[in-house]
């Protein structure tokens, strides 16, 4: 196992009866067990609303027990009890709910082996199989990121609402909807056999690594950085690591993940403005992380082809590792983006590579391959490429282009911080093209 | 549970008739697979689009019959089966395994609803 999922026992902490601390104890466990709770009643009846509500409904049982009683030895076992008596209870009162759960079980007992057990806790960990089927390709890519969080993070609806910044009513929407579909559909609860993972997986962690994108770099609103979002994808991403050990993509995802979180105290000033990285306190990098990030990237580098995740957390461990801009080795770098344009081919990575080749052979030669980027469609709203071809510019003494590649950068930024870094840099070239 | 395969493709008049198109033997081949496993129901291939007709009545109860499908639909479905399988999953490797899901076709796949249950 590596690093350690964030373990929340309470058992041996004895009996706690003060209603704000049961309270703070219920949310604690409910937060860390909720994900294996949840895989575990999916797995025993088939059904993820009914599983989600008999959930919902042992917590509140909890909130009025354990101030009484006191916080059991084995939350996760008590939760995981009483969930299970109310959804038996719901079954019964619902006669079609009944027949199809009968069905449903028939048909599971013929097809699955017992559970994975896990000695170390009181639940079993069923939680891959849940992680396939929200991120079962039948689903839209923003339905799994939102079911993902709901029912892996266990973020409620209106946190994972937040997370996306659409209304609250919308994201209910979406997942009731995703939801509908996993049942009607029937979208099985089931890890995928090895022939089918090379096709499976990268769904999974495109969905984590999606959660961790929002959270590194929001796509609008008043914040660069939500740290929160950004831990919680980087602790699935360990689950995900620690059930699937074997796949060198999930180590390369988790790599990837710590090896830019390491960054996160310095990528932003204290008045919530953008720092790049030529400009960043490297001494205040995370260098644990570093350390266990570059770990991971080697894991994911050795043995076999690369996949993308491996190869971007190698691009990363490189410039986590480098004393600074001018001491990064930049050959390899490219030579690394050489590869994941041809493994993931996308026009975000040329622009990318294009940055690394004018860091390596001079701006101008950047330049040339980004103007070859201008026409490609799925750039055209992307502030990065104008950013970045301001910044060639400048550095070339092309102090009025540059001035009119940062306007356009301006107006197509998402959030207000990095409208605030770019009209700092938009005046710096301004200044530049008066002087010139 | 049930769920029917509806097998579209362009038009077989369509301007794609370069494109190679499976063989009546890749669908014979298809249909004895599906009996072999024993989960086909039932299924069809249709006719051609050319004889198709379209029926409809307005609110004064006329019945107003045209030649052939709407004028919009650029896709044709060209047959279906149904089948009995235990999940989404194993009905996609049936679906993708098909001849209709190459060549520029593809394969919807629709659970039958079912009610009361």
């Known amino acids: 196992m590596v690093g350690g999922e964030q373990r929340h026992h309470l058992a041996g902490r004895g009996l706690e009866t003060d209603p704000a601390a049961v309270r703070a104890s219920v949310a604690a ?65 619902d006669r079609t709910l009944a027949l199809r759960i009968a069905v449903l079980q028939a048909e599971a007992d013929r097809a699955d082996p017992a559970p994975a057990a896990d000695v170390d806790r009181d639940l079993p960990d069923d939680r891959l199989a849940l992680f396939f089927t929200c991120a079962h390709p039948a689903l839209t890519e923003e339905d799994r990121v939102a079911l993902t969080l709901r029912c892996l993070g266990g973020l409620t609806t209106a946190e994972v609402a ?46 984590v690594y999606s959660i961790f994108t929002e959270g590194y770099a929001a796509s609008s609103g ?15 991403a360990r689950i995900l690591h620690r059930l699937l050990p074997a796949q060198r993509e999930t180590a390369g995802l988790l790599g990837l993940l710590l090896l ?34 570059c770990a991971l990237a080697r894991t994911a580098l050795t043995g ?17 590792e480098a004393p600074d801009v001018a001491g990064t080795d930049w050959p390899q770098i490219v030579a690394l983006y050489d590869v994941l344009l041809r493994v993931a081919p996308s026009p975000v990575v040329a622009l990318n590579r294009a940055v690394a080749v004018a860091m390596r052979d ?20 992307y502030h990065p490429l104008p ?19 940062y306007r ?27 002087v010139d | 549970m049930k769920y029917m395969l509806l097998f579209v493709g362009p038009p077989t008049d369509g301007p794609d008739q370069a494109v190679p198109q499976c063989t009546v033997e890749d669908w014979i081949a298809y249909d004895k697979q599906m009996k072999d496993a024993g989960i086909w129901v039932s299924g069809n291939a249709l006719a051609d689009l050319t004889t198709c007709t379209s029926v409809k009545v307005d609110a004064d109860g006329q019945r107003i019959v045209t030649d052939g499908p709407f004028a919009e639909s650029r896709e044709v479905l060209g047959g279906y089966d149904i089948i009995d399988v235990p999940d989404l999953d194993v009905a996609l490797d049936w679906a993708a395994r098909s001849p209709g899901a190459r060549d520029g076709g593809s394969v919807q796949v629709r659970p039958v609803a079912e009610f009361g249950l």
């Open chain 1, 29 to 93: 466990v409910f937060r860390e067990e909720h994900g294996r709770l949840l895989a575990t009643l999916v797995r025993r009846f088939g059904d993820l609303h009914l599983a989600e509500e008999a959930a919902a409904e042992a917590v509140e049982a909890a909130l009025t027990h354990w101030p009484v009683s006191g916080v059991p030895t084995r939350p996760g076992g008590w939760l995981l009890t009483t969930a299970r008596r109310r959804a038996v209870d719901r079954i019964r009162r």
């Open chain 1, 162 to 207: 937040r997370a996306f910044l659409v209304p609250e009513a919308t994201m209910a929407q979406r997942i009731v909807r995703a939801k509908r579909k996993i049942r009607d559909a029937r979208i099985p609860f089931r890890v995928p056999g090895v022939d089918e993972l090379p096709q499976r997986l990268p769904g999974v962690l495109q969905a």
């Open chain 1, 222 to 236: 008043p914040n660069l950085q939500r740290l929160d979002l950004a831990e919680e994808a980087i602790r699935l």
């Open chain 1, 260 to 293: 830019v979180h390491a960054r996160r105290h310095t990528r932003t000033g204290p008045d919530g403005v953008p720092v790049l990285l030529d400009e960043q306190d490297r001494r205040r990098w995370d260098r644990p992380m570093i350390g266990e990030g």
């Open chain 1, 304 to 320: 076999g082809p690369p996949g993308p995740y491996g190869l971007q957390a190698a691009i990363a461990a490189l410039h986590d």
């Open chain 1, 362 to 381: 001079g701006p101008a030669a950047g330049l040339a391959l980004l103007d070859e980027l201008a026409t490609e469609p799925r750039l055209q709203a």
């Open chain 1, 387 to 405: 950013a970045a071809r301001a910044d060639l510019l400048h550095r070339l003494g092309r102090h009025a282009d540059a001035a009119d590649a």
């Open chain 1, 408 to 434: 356009q950068a301006v107006d197509l930024a998402g959030t207000d911080p990095e409208r605030d870094q770019l009209r700092r840099r938009l005046a710096e070239a301004e200044a530049a093209a008066r």
